[in-house]
């Protein structure tokens, strides 16, 4: 069993910046690959970054490439999500998962946190 928990949302102007934090307990965390995705009102879930267990492999969705970032710290079973040039549309509660494979499904991810909502004003 793993358990999740998402901090550092919050609300931001366009252009700005936040970094989301995923800290997890139960487990060896390098075992799982984290996954965050996001949920706008009225919309799918859908897929923003993964990365694997020990780090050397990350994915990212074609809408965020280049403006967030993603990294882990095994150490401090801790995953991060640095967000830089925030748009309207990146509004949404963002959710970090663990799972044993990286990638772009939802079914890769077991474990899911709550979530942490996002809000980037015009």
């Known amino acids: 069993q793993v358990q999740l928990v998402e901090s550092g949302g919050g609300l931001v102007q366009a252009g700005g910046s936040l970094r989301l934090s995923c800290a997890a307990s139960?487990?060896?965390?390098?075992?799982?690959?984290v996954g965050w995705f996001r949920q706008a009102a009225g919309k799918e879930r859908e897929f923003v970054v993964g990365?694997?267990?020990?780090?050397?492999?990350?994915y990212y969705a074609d809408s965020v490439k280049g403006r967030f970032t993603i990294s882990r710290d095994n150490v401090k079973n801790t995953v991060y999500l640095q967000m830089n040039s925030l748009m309207p549309e990146d509004t949404a509660v963002y959710y970090c998962?663990?799972?044993?494979?990286?990638?772009?499904?939802?079914?890769?991810?077991?474990?899911w946190g709550q979530g942490t909502q996002v809000t980037v004003s015009s």
């Open positions: 139960g487990r060896t965390f390098s075992n799982y690959a």
């Open positions: 990365i694997s267990g020990r780090g050397e492999i990350t």
């Open positions: 998962a663990a799972g044993s494979r990286v990638g772009y499904s939802r079914d890769y991810y077991k474990y």
